[in-house]
């Protein structure tokens, strides 16, 4: 009979290495043992030679995996690849297990091609000091992932409610999605979207690091998805729907494409931004507060909102829908503004001029508090 592997010893680690000379070697094959079934010894050397999970399927019970395979001890892959194509419970509610992936190993989550079962950890911790690569369809969650390696997101795959704890570089390459979720946190170091890869963020906080989407790559802000206290660079898009999403004290270095769209909503608080496109889709809004937005264009065809010290300039701005100023220190410094619908200041807006500024085809300006134009020389 297959029989599902438990490992239950606080100290036990998984191998047949040294006892069966099967390279790789597949744990189905070396537990298909009859009854009686022999229990694995308390302390067993690690996996150096890599091997694979599968032929163990999670199910879902009352929409709870139920993984097959309960690690509480210690998973140690030393060498070669672990490829995981079956549900890893790495906890069993009272004691956490834990996998540790050392510098020039791999371990692998994908799918089964015989059961089309998918790889996933949920629980416990897992260490990464070499590669961890998701191939499609898999995911970890509700443990915590120290990454010290390199992380490769190929295909659709997710972090449910995971702790991050450490992020020395992440990659989405191309056709390759992962959703960060459910109240993930991150504390990042390099996180890549490559050409054709997307970056999902929903209830998630990413923060410190450098977050780069590489031209023709996506970043995703689903809703409550936040950005804080790092670095973002982006040659690509960035796509924000839904509300609840921030970039807070975030140093954007380059912007090719941002775009909030209908329903979406974006409060840059305090941060600045170099500028390429920015646009406000009808129906969705963009808040500056304490920001300054340098340079490129902005198109505003829902609701662009200065909170407070919320500056543009050296661009173009493009109001086709609603430009709402609040609180004091808000300004637009030597911006070229067109067909502006509707500005309403509630707060101080100072708008500097230089000879080549103007202020075009302006349908209604309302004034509760000041604004002010001051002339710059060239």
Same mark, same amino acid.
């Given at each position: 009979?297959?029989?599902?592997?438990?490992?239950?010893?606080?100290?036990?680690?998984?191998?047949?290495?040294?006892?069966?000379?099967?390279?790789?070697?597949?744990?189905?094959?070396?537990?298909?043992?009859?009854?009686?079934?022999?229990?694995?010894?308390?302390?067993?050397?690690?996996?150096?030679?890599?091997?694979?999970?599968?032929?163990?399927?999670?199910?879902?019970?009352?929409?709870?995996?139920?993984?097959?395979?309960?690690?509480?001890?210690?998973?140690?892959?030393?060498?070669?690849?672990?490829?995981?194509?079956?549900?890893?419970?790495?906890?069993?509610?009272?004691?956490?297990?834990?996998? +540790?992936?050392?510098?020039?190993?791999?371990?692998?989550?994908?799918?089964?091609?015989?059961?089309?079962?998918?790889?996933?950890?949920?629980?416990?911790?897992?260490?990464?000091?070499?590669?961890?690569?998701?191939?499609?369809?898999?995911?970890?969650?509700?443990?915590?992932?120290?990454?010290?390696?390199?992380?490769?997101?190929?295909?659709?795959?997710?972090?449910?409610?995971?702790?991050?704890?450490?992020?020395?570089?992440?990659?989405?390459?191309?056709?390759?999605?992962?959703?960060?979720?459910?109240?993930?946190?991150?504390?990042?170091?390099?996180?890549?979207?490559?050409?054709?890869?997307?970056?999902?963020?929903?209830?998630?906080?990413?923060?410190?690091?450098?977050?780069?989407?590489?031209?023709?790559?996506?970043?995703?802000?689903?809703?409550?998805?936040?950005?804080?206290?790092?670095?973002?660079?982006?040659?690509?898009?960035?796509?924000?729907?839904?509300?609840?999403?921030?970039?807070?004290?975030?140093?954007?270095?380059?912007?090719?494409?941002?775009?909030?769209?209908?329903?979406?909503?974006?409060?840059?608080?305090?941060?600045?931004?170099?500028?390429?496109?920015?646009?406000?889709?009808?129906?969705?809004?963009?808040?500056?507060?304490?920001?300054?937005?340098?340079?490129?264009?902005?198109?505003?065809?829902?609701?662009?909102?200065?909170?407070?010290?919320? +500056? +543009?300039?050296?661009?173009?701005?493009?109001?086709?829908?609603?430009?709402?100023?609040?609180?004091?220190?808000?300004?637009?410094?030597?911006?070229?503004?067109?067909?502006?619908?509707?500005?309403?200041?509630?707060?101080?807006?100072?708008?500097?001029?230089?000879?080549?500024?103007?202020?075009?085809?302006?349908?209604?300006?309302?004034?509760?508090?000041?604004?002010?134009?001051?002339?710059?020389?060239?």
């Amino acid at each position: 009979m297959i029989v599902p592997v438990r490992f239950s010893s606080p100290t036990a680690a998984v191998t047949v290495v040294p006892l069966f000379s099967v390279t790789p070697f597949s744990v189905e094959s070396v537990l298909s043992v009859a009854v009686p079934i022999l229990p694995l010894p308390p302390s067993v050397p690690p996996l150096r030679q890599g091997g694979d999970f599968q032929g163990q399927a999670s199910v879902t019970i009352n929409e709870v995996i139920q993984a097959r395979i309960t690690n509480t001890g210690v998973i140690d892959v030393q060498g070669g690849t672990l490829n995981i194509l079956v549900g890893v419970a790495n906890t069993d509610g009272e004691t956490s297990g834990k996998i +540790i992936v050392d510098i020039g190993s791999t371990m692998t989550l994908g799918t089964d091609s015989l059961t089309g079962a998918s790889g996933s950890i949920s629980g416990g911790t897992v260490t990464i000091n070499g590669t961890l690569d998701l191939h499609g369809n898999n995911f970890l969650n509700n443990g915590t992932l120290t990454n010290n390696g390199t992380f490769t997101v190929s295909s659709s795959n997710a972090l449910h409610h995971e702790t991050v704890t450490a992020n020395n570089m992440s990659e989405v390459i191309a056709g390759g999605v992962l959703a960060i979720d459910q109240a993930s946190t991150v504390t990042n170091g390099t996180t890549q979207a490559s050409s054709g890869g997307t970056l999902m963020l929903n209830a998630a906080t990413f923060t410190g690091g450098t977050v780069t989407s590489q031209s023709g790559g996506e970043i995703d802000l689903t809703g409550n998805a936040v950005l804080q206290s790092g670095s973002l660079g982006n040659a690509g898009t960035i796509v924000v729907t839904s509300t609840g999403n921030a970039l807070d004290g975030e140093t954007v270095t380059a912007n090719n494409m941002l775009e909030v769209m209908a329903g979406g909503a974006l409060t840059i608080d305090p941060s600045t931004v170099a500028n390429g496109t920015t646009q406000v889709d009808s129906g969705g809004t963009l808040t500056l507060n304490a920001t300054t937005m340098t340079g490129g264009t902005v198109d505003d065809e829902g609701t662009l909102q200065l909170t407070g010290s919320g +500056i +543009i300039q050296s661009g173009m701005l493009t109001n086709n829908g609603t430009f709402t100023v609040s609180s004091s220190g808000n300004a637009l410094d030597n911006e070229q503004v067109a067909n502006n619908t509707t500005l309403e200041v509630i707060g101080t807006l100072t708008r500097s001029i230089r000879p080549a500024s103007s202020l075009t085809a302006c349908t209604a300006v309302r004034g509760r508090r000041s604004i002010k134009l001051s002339a710059k020389q060239p």
